[in-house]
């Protein structure tokens, strides 16, 4: 199956998910507290399980030689976004949020939007692409987001220290490299006869259980969360939909200009991290991003229409992109 109609099919799949949670937050079905709740779960206990898992399974040290550089990949992309922010952001008015709207643009959906997408695309490979770039997506968010809305980000650094994500891919990719026969704990007909071994496997096996509810659990969160946000498509200030523009179409169409001349000067990625990084260039701002701008003086509430709509426009645009890419 052509890879774009399979970004068409999990984008549609995904915004059946992200709707039902919509509409359970809208009907009342899933409440503040159980929204918190939800993200919570998928934050602090399923994504560390899924990285560290993931991890374990696909890091070796050919594949890190191989993508060494992914941790280092989300500065450049943030870069071109800024810059397209520069250039879209005066054409549509709001000086007193120029702040915000810069940081809107230059904050895309790192994980749980394009990580389904990669999974059903490349498999575990695909995932680890992903969350190698999430590495350095983290830094750059809570460095020069904050910068961006704020100018100091000694707070925000401190918060990173706490990231369980982070903290989950390093354990993995450490634990993976020193004991390489960790691999095959995740298949259970090749655990070790032994009492360690069969205990190691079934650890490997409940953090993979866990880990594999973290998709369906972050889009019912997403949609819970976009369910909080009101928003009136008929009263959007301007500046919402320069986001939309330069997020969604001009950041994204600026990359893969930049990454068509790197290829023929002959700087080229690897087929699969090509595509991987086009979807990840290509994706709706963070929902992270209203509380942030909300904690850092931001416009919290141009940031949350911000969010709502760049992601119903995604499951339009992103599709289109990938099409005309590949």
């Not at 799949?13 to 079905?29: D, N």
């Not at 007193?96 to 939007?113: A, D, E, G, K």
């Not at 990669?118 to 575990?124: Q, S, V």
């Not at 509380?291 to 911000?306: S, W």
Request: charged letters at 10%; hydrophobic letters at 60%.
């Amino acid at each position: 199956m052509p890879e774009a109609r399979v970004v068409l099919i999990k984008i549609a799949g995904m915004f059946l998910l992200i709707l039902a949670g919509w509409l359970a937050r809208r009907r009342g079905w899933l409440r503040e507290e159980a929204s918190g709740i939800l993200s919570r779960i998928v934050v602090d206990a399923a994504f560390p399980a899924l990285v560290f898992t993931q991890m374990l399974r696909t890091v070796d040290v050919a594949s890190l030689r191989q993508d060494w550089l992914l941790p280092l990949l989300p500065f450049p992309l943030v870069a071109i976004a800024y810059l397209a922010g520069l250039v879209v952001a005066p054409l549509f008015g709001g000086k007193s949020q120029r702040n915000t709207v810069l940081f809107l643009i230059t904050s895309p959906n790192w994980v749980f939007l394009p990580l389904p997408i990669a999974e059903a695309l490349y498999g575990g490979p695909g995932v680890r692409v992903i969350l190698l770039c999430n590495v350095g997506a983290q830094l750059a968010l809570w460095s020069i987001g904050v910068w961006i809305l704020h100018g100091n980000i000694a707070q925000a650094l401190r918060n990173l220290t706490k990231n369980i994500g982070l903290w989950a891919t390093a354990l993995g990719i450490a634990v993976a490299l020193a004991f390489p026969a960790v691999r095959d704990l995740g298949n259970l007909h090749a655990a070790p006869a032994s009492l360690g071994g069969i205990a190691s496997t079934a650890v490997v096996d409940a953090l993979a259980m866990l880990g594999s509810v973290t998709i369906p659990l972050s889009l019912l969160a997403i949609g819970a969360q976009l369910g909080a946000i009101p928003v009136s498509l008929r009263s959007l200030p301007l500046p919402v939909w320069g986001v939309v523009l330069a997020r969604l179409l001009v950041a994204p169409l600026v990359t893969v200009a930049l990454g068509v001349a790197f290829a023929h000067a002959g700087y080229r990625f690897p087929q699969m991290t090509r595509m991987v990084l086009v979807l990840v260039a290509s994706m709706p701002v963070a929902l992270v991003c209203s509380v942030m701008a909300e904690r850092y003086g931001g416009d919290a509430q141009l940031a949350a229409q911000g969010v709502f709509l760049s992601t119903l426009f995604s499951l339009l645009t992103v599709p289109a992109l990938f099409f005309l890419v590949s």
